[in-house]
């Protein structure tokens, strides 16, 4: 049984890191340079230490992952992000024979709970334009396309997108 919940130093980083990276691949093989396509297990431990992961279980194993954090000037690629009650998500990642199961749904519903919950009235997130799969899954979840930039060291636009958790349940 699936089991959605915060991190706990009992989860391996190594295995979370390793989840991404599988995640992640098919979109690297695209020539989509994601952070998570290849990141580091510091730049795991960073992003974990920024705001509150979430990860998806399957009898011990971790299958899924979403980091969910206040947004800040300082760290905000789009004027958006920096908005007051917008919290940003990142790092979202179900592993390849868990896709299409729901897992990612209901890890974007524990970042928007949390979010709901710790007083912000949005949720945005980003991911690359050329994944048409990945924002037309964000726009059927209620999300809005908010802007886009090119990212510095980037191969791809990145659409920002963002939803209102007001009424949002």
């Not at 190594?14 to 989840?19: D, I, K, M």
């Not at 998570?36 to 992952?65: H, K, P, Y």
């Not at 009235?121 to 809005?144: F, K, N």
Request: aromatic share 6%; net charge negative; proline share 4%.
């Amino acid at each position: 049984m699936v089991e959605i919940r915060q991190i706990n130093p009992n989860d391996s980083v190594e295995e979370l890191t390793e989840l991404l990276h599988s995640a992640y691949a098919q979109l690297g093989n695209a020539g989509l340079n994601y952070t998570a396509v290849d990141q580091s297990l510091s730049t795991t431990v960073e992003r974990i230490n920024a705001g509150c992961c979430f990860v998806a279980t399957d009898n011990g194993r971790l299958i899924g992952t979403i980091v969910v954090e206040p947004t800040s000037r300082e760290s905000a690629d789009c004027p958006y992000f920096a908005k007051p009650g917008v919290a940003s998500a990142h790092q979202m990642a179900v592993a390849p024979d868990c896709q299409r199961k729901g897992i990612g749904s209901r890890l974007l519903g524990a970042a928007e709970a949390w979010a709901r919950n710790n007083g912000f009235s949005e949720l945005a997130l980003d991911t690359a334009e050329p994944a048409r799969h990945l924002v037309e899954m964000y726009s059927r979840r209620g999300y809005r396309h908010v802007d886009s930039t090119q990212g510095e060291g980037k191969s791809y636009r990145s659409v920002f997108m963002a939803k209102s958790l007001d009424n949002a349940a």
